[in-house]
């Protein structure tokens, strides 16, 4: 069966959107225009694709500094993200962020989080909150194969479930955390699906690299927390195609394994499935040109946006927009 | 006005904010059905329901985080970690999430959210129950601070935490939740960030927080009788902290002591003494002295406690040397 | 099979020692002369007992402030012990530490920490210093059911198969977690145990009121860690007789639950076993005996020891036995 | 003398110690194979082999507790913590078991143990990867902090800070370990609690830390050309402080001024000017003044960052301004 093909060319659309973002911040990172830091989700995109298809538009996504692609799927605006990573005026936290922290409240965005876990039990918390608001939200928190090995992690699985919290973790297991291979620093095979009975919770364990799976994955998650029948724990594998971040050629990676894997690229293959499963390819390559063009667009509009201001500088630390400590 | 202890002031406060305001949520570990192990919550669950009042798994880094979730989605959440030394255990979830999203975010979230915690000495608990931590919070931008020193205060300023739209980490001396003291009847909320002056001198400001304020008083009673006539300022609001009433005392008596629970290296009485050798050094006229318990873990038995923090005798004695 | 008759009286002569010492803790409590706090293991010997007779001299222990059993076990003076919760000069730490922090190194009483979880690693670094020095030694952590729901609880174990540290992890499972009971706040009926597998380990899952069993699960695992197999995490049921610390009197637990819980007393048990296994009923009664006079001496001279001194209150900070921090 | 750079230092005083002394491991996230983040121990791996020198899970609770375990039975462990903002995540194990667990257990155990971390802005990386948190450790009684403002020193007070009984905080500043500078060759082991005297002036000191120092070094050559002659000191060690040299230098100019790149609050600037208003007050010829980061997280973009830091020109136009 499968999505119908107005949700498979939606998660085509993100997904190419998302590839072709990440392509540019690389791009304009390479450029010198990028003066932090970036973790580019290259390779992750059916992930955050399949969810945020899935999710409805008051749901909650949480996710880490690797969340350019997650922040944009609930429809951020392009523009804002490139210039948050230009550290530009235009910029989605205007130049306070970076990189790191893109945030869209507007957008169910609520935030990168940029400390290993620290999120989980803040996702946790946002699906409490629906949960006693009664509001059918749902929170979805993504994180890396690496994070399942800190203490938030454990501490937040446990109170969702013992509290039956409508939230779906999601484990992107991309094999490394930066350039340690996870199997030499996690006891089981599986990080996060081996792990579920731990709290009760089913193992699932999904190709990450398969929209339509990560579609169906989240569908099912999500109208299970939305019941109220609790949390899930996912494990999508999956597979970074660059670096952790700016300026990591990825060198300690098996030349083998890189080949295997890019040779999975989940928008090639999806691609290859809708056109032989009859979408036109005109209709493809539209969606092609037409995330180029976004992408073109955006980054213009950042590049020309005016530096972030030093005047923010003492703003917004206080609901008043001041950052007074004193009388 | 009625009379409560502490602990009964506090319980009084979150009731009183609970009734006012259906998005307040109180949770922690042992508060709902036992009440709180310093007892400061108890009959909350009886009066709101094991939804709003809910026990917690002991998982403080979830227990802050899920309160800052919710506090991002609608809810105001009030926490409680048992005792402050445990901030430790989620100390990242309070300086490096709770502090510091609504900054990075540039206001897109706010934080209303409370997390009430028993501090200090007295008790002899030993070095990992019995640290007074407020100035780790003060450290931190983005943080409110509180920590007062009577029942009515205790109700009045957790009330006002409760309402503010920002972060607010309230203090909760062990040593004080047994005092008696008039509250207010009715709803009774206070300021954030107003000092209070409760003694006016002649020669000498002596600022003092929570636990110290009744030593800072009697000390003052002490140096009275030795001639020497002592303001003391109860600080109440480290952040925000009321400069204006601390410096103008100060400038009055030219002569600044602070009284401090928490060991001696980069306290609050240093915060304030810096602030005013830069910003009142020409009315100064005599060194300012800081009173604090010495840079080392708390012992546990009871001399060694008791020795170890300000006493009025130690007060009293640092005083009338530095003003000779 | 089970232990032969010198170990089980051993184990016997133990359990009634730390019985008696605990109960004339209560009525020292009772009499005011202890100041601060105390957490007693009334009820939970045979877990102390049983690892503390399979364990070699230069084994470590680690445990938590309800450690006076664990801490003499080991045995560390009784006196001293005593002297600590008095706050008095002769106590194991002169005043410093209290009840909640007995340790005696000299025993391989590595410390009773305060903090729910926190020695857990630390534990997992002696047993790693004891794998590199190959020194051959073991460290034993012992551990409540509600210290399974903390971070530094997932951080250890794992880190702990993954360098296969010579270290077993004893969860004493007495069903509350201070005031409130285990499955109101667990994801999972056996905290431990249904969590072993998270870590690629063996559930076990054993009677801790039981000598005989928790002497040979110590033994087993014991053997496992010392000849280089790795860590083992036990789960041991049993009950607390009295309150979480001083002053409480437990009406929250279910009268049923704890009638049938007190019928199941490890030292009765043991005892009528003993017995029933041929053992001299005068031999018994010689150790009771001689534990209660145990304890009376030590209560005497903890009694009449002078005051912790005030002059220590700056001293051993730092290893140069002061606490300057400034010339 | 050879010419390295902060980071080269940073590894070669970790080998130098290593090769000498058979009980110092190394442990940390990416430390060994990728040499870390910030590459400040490449070389190790290889030199000192996969037990001596090892990669840890994202695990910093078990990662100190493992190293203060290790450090109780025998073995010197130096910690990576990779960025200091993460030492939130491990506050406890800090805090509360390795600064504490001498104390009260009397001295039965030492902690001769290092935790490495870098810290500080300047690499536009936003609030929760930029903080500098030395004053986090000041304020803890039980542990030393050490913070060195050049190859040489890095080099030689971690070799200091390794060889030292107790523990030490080590903080690395981000934003230097790009320097350069000469090391001495051969064994080089500093001596920690010890200031460093950069320049004599007469008009006024300049106290500075780390990052801060080279800054209020160029800050004093155009304060010299504005008739200001300043002395700097480099304090290297908040603990052990050296308050003797620092209290010395600020009798003989009168005038005190402390460069801080932390937030404004409770930092080891209003720890050393409440020291010198207490102990030289009467030598004081005006108002101790503060320059810091504003007491808000750190922005990331490049042209905020680079603003809410201390700069040079904040520095000599603040002395300038007091000194008039
Ligand atoms: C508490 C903490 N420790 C360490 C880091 C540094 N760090 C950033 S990303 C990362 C690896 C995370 O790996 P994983 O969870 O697999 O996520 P991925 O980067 O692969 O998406 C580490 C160690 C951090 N940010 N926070
Ligand atoms: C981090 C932390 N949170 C809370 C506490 C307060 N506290 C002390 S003991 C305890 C209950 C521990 O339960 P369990 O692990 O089952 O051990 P038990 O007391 O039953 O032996 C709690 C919550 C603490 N000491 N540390
Ligand atoms: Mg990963
Ligand atoms: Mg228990």
Same mark, same amino acid.
């Given at each position: ?30 450029? *010198? ?56 005026? *235009? ?24 400390? &290993? ?27 890396? %194969? ?11 699985? *446990? ?23 996870? /199997? ?17 919770? /089913? ?63 989940? #928008? ?20 092609? %040109? ?13 590049? !020309? ?7 923010? #500088? ?5 609901? %008043? ?5 004193? !009388? | ?44 669950? =009886? ?16 227990? &802050? ?30 300086? !490096? ?8 975010? =540039?206001?897109?979230?706010?934080? @209303?959210? &409370?997390?009430?915690?028993? *501090? ?14 407020? !100035? ?29 739209? %920002? ?91 602070? &009284? ?14 810096? #602030? ?14 800081? #009173?604090?318990?010495?840079?080392? @873990? ?27």
């Amino acid at each position: 069966m499968g999505p119908d093909d107005k949700t498979r060319l939606k998660l085509y659309q993100l997904m190419v959107e998302l590839r072709d973002f990440e392509q540019r911040a690389y791009d304009v990172f390479m450029e *010198n225009l990028i003066k932090g830091t970036s973790h580019l989700a290259l390779g992750q995109e059916a992930i955050a694709a399949g969810f945020a298809v899935a999710m409805r538009k008051d749901d909650y996504t949480f996710c880490t500094y690797r969340g350019h692609g997650h922040t944009l799927a609930r429809g951020a605006s392009m523009a804002a993200a490139m210039g948050e990573l230009l550290g530009r005026s *235009n910029g989605m936290l205007h130049g306070k962020g970076g990189s790191m922290h893109l945030t869209d409240v507007t957008r169910g965005a609520m935030g990168s989080y940029a400390i &290993v876990g620290a999120h989980m039990p803040i996702a946790a918390g946002a699906a409490w909150s629906a949960q006693v608001r009664k509001s059918g939200q749902v929170a979805v928190c993504f994180f890396g %194969d690496g994070t399942t090995n800190i203490g938030a992690f454990h501490e937040t699985l *446990n109170l969702a479930v013992v509290w039956k919290l409508p939230v779906v973790f999601v484990c992107e297991n991309n094999r490394y955390m930066e350039y340690t291979p996870i /199997e030499s620093v996690t006891a089981v095979e599986h990080p996060a699906a081996d792990r579920a009975a731990a709290y009760g919770l /089913e193992a699932i364990l999904v190709d990450g690299n398969d929209a339509d799976v990560m579609y169906e994955t989240a569908s099912r998650t999500i109208a299970r927390a939305r019941s109220g029948e609790g949390p899930s724990l996912v494990e999508a594998l999956t597979y970074r195609h660059g670096g952790h971040s700016r300026g990591d050629p990825a060198s300690y990676r098996p030349k083998e394994e890189v080949r295997e894997w890019m040779s999975r690229d989940p #928008i090639k293959q999806y691609r290859e499935r809708l056109a032989s499963g009859g979408i036109d390819e005109a209709m493809l390559r539209k969606i092609d %040109d037409d995330a180029r063009q976004k992408v073109d667009l955006a980054t213009e509009e950042a590049r !020309n946006a005016p530096p972030a201001r030093i005047e923010d #500088i003492e703003s917004q630390v206080w609901s %008043d927009g001041g950052s007074a400590w004193r !009388n | 006005m009625a009379e409560l202890t502490f602990r009964e002031a506090v319980a009084a406060g979150i009731a009183q904010e609970m009734e006012r305001d259906p998005t307040v949520y109180f949770i922690g570990e042992d508060v709902a059905a036992a009440g709180g192990v310093f007892k400061a919550t108890v009959g909350l669950l =009886d009066k709101f329901g094991a939804e709003r009042v809910r026990d917690t798994p002991i998982s403080e880094q979830a227990i &802050v985080g899920a309160a800052m979730g919710a506090a991002m989605t609608g809810l105001r959440p009030i926490v409680e970690i048992m005792f402050s030394d445990f901030l430790a255990t989620c100390w990242d979830m309070i300086a !490096n999430q709770v502090a510091k999203t609504r900054y990075m975010t =540039d206001g897109q979230v706010s934080l @209303p959210l &409370v997390i009430r915690t028993a *501090n200090g000495g007295g008790s002899r608990f030993g070095a990992q129950h019995s640290q007074s931590l407020e !100035n780790w919070a003060m450290a931190v931008p983005g943080l409110k601070v509180v920590a007062p020193s009577t029942p009515a205060d205790a109700k009045g300023l957790l009330a006002a935490a409760i309402r503010d739209p %920002d972060p607010v980490l309230f203090f909760e001396q062990k040593s004080l939740y047994g005092i008696k003291g008039e509250v207010p009847d009715g709803e009774h909320v206070e300021k954030l960030g107003t000092a209070r002056v409760l003694r006016e001198g002649k020669h000498c400001t002596i600022v003092a927080l929570a636990a110290m304020v009744p030593r800072a008083l009697a000390a003052a009673g002490e140096l009275d009788s030795l001639g020497i006539d002592a303001t003391v300022v109860d600080v109440r609001s480290l952040v925000p902290l009321d400069t204006r009433t601390i410096l103008r005392e100060v400038r009055k008596t030219g002569r600044l002591f602070t &009284v401090e629970e928490n060991p001696r290296l980069c306290g609050w009485g240093a915060e304030i003494v810096s #602030i005013a050798a830069e910003e009142c050094f020409d009315d100064l006229d005599g060194p300012m002295v800081r #009173i604090t318990t010495p840079h080392v @873990p708390l012992p546990a038995a009871q001399p060694m406690e008791d020795e170890a923090m300000p006493t009025v005798a130690r007060i009293v004695d640092t005083v009338k040397r530095a003003m000779r």
